[in-house]
């Protein structure tokens, strides 16, 4: 079976199952729309779907995927700014009560910050640029712990990837006042599927912590 018509069944197969058996919430979601508690900014990596790794239901994320899982700072440049217009539409019109940044192990975008490929190499106008968000961060690692394995560096830098991101949602002025009058959650979190852990960013301990 071609990859496409895997998935042409697996809609029909949704529609014969799950969706009869939830039939009802979705009537609901469809009747008095969606009221996610949790937005949460995921990579665009195809083996770390958050609804799935997260177990969640119909209505209860609202998810913001791109490359590495980044949040870009507060602009108001007149550019296209796909990550921001989601997060304003999620605090301000969802009115979510917990915002996650959930970075991932084995990040290819991350992964980026460490070859030197030219940014102007053939083709790649976006990746570069966009990685450079979290330039910081991979110079933070690279300075801290140069002798360190490769894997261990990305493990860190993605790590720190998402602490940036945490830094740049606070520079957003409708998540800072809300942040602020506690109507409002940040959480960093970082998962890898090969151990299958998910580990919590402790801003106290200022370190990232396995669940049990
Ligand atoms: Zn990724």
């Keep these: 079976m071609d990859s496409i018509s895997k998935l042409?069944?697996?809609?029909r197969n949704f529609r014969e199952g799950k969706f009869q058996e939830q039939r009802v919430v979705y009537e609901n979601l469809v009747d008095e729309g969606q009221k996610p508690k949790i937005a949460l900014v995921a990579c665009s990596d195809s083996r770390v779907?958050?609804?799935?790794l997260l177990q969640?239901?119909?209505?209860?994320?609202?998810v913001i995927r791109n490359v590495a899982n980044l949040v870009p700072p507060h602009e108001i440049e007149g550019s296209y700014h796909g990550t921001s217009a989601a997060l304003e539409y999620a605090v301000l019109h969802l009115e979510v009560e917990h915002l996650i940044v959930l970075g991932h192990a084995h990040c290819g975008g991350v992964r980026t910050l460490f070859n030197e490929q030219p940014a102007s190499a053939e083709g790649n106008y976006f990746i570069k640029p966009w990685m450079n968000l979290v330039k910081s961060a991979h110079l933070?690692?690279?300075?801290?712990?140069?002798?360190?394995?490769?894997?261990?560096?990305?493990?860190?830098?993605?790590?720190?990837?998402?602490?940036?991101?945490?830094?740049?949602?606070?520079t957003f002025p409708c998540i800072r006042q809300k942040v602020g009058n506690r109507e409002l959650s940040l959480h960093g979190w970082h998962v890898d599927i090969r151990s299958c852990t998910l580990q919590v960013y402790d801003p106290v301990n200022q370190n990232f912590e396995a669940i049990e």
């Design 140 to 170: 933070r690692v690279e300075g801290t712990m140069p002798d360190a394995s490769d894997e261990m560096k990305a493990r860190v830098c993605e790590q720190s990837a998402v602490l940036v991101s945490l830094e740049n949602l606070m």
């Design 8 to 11: 042409r069944d697996g809609f």
């Design 56 to 62: 969640a239901d119909p209505g209860d994320l609202f």
């Design 49 to 52: 779907d958050p609804a799935m």
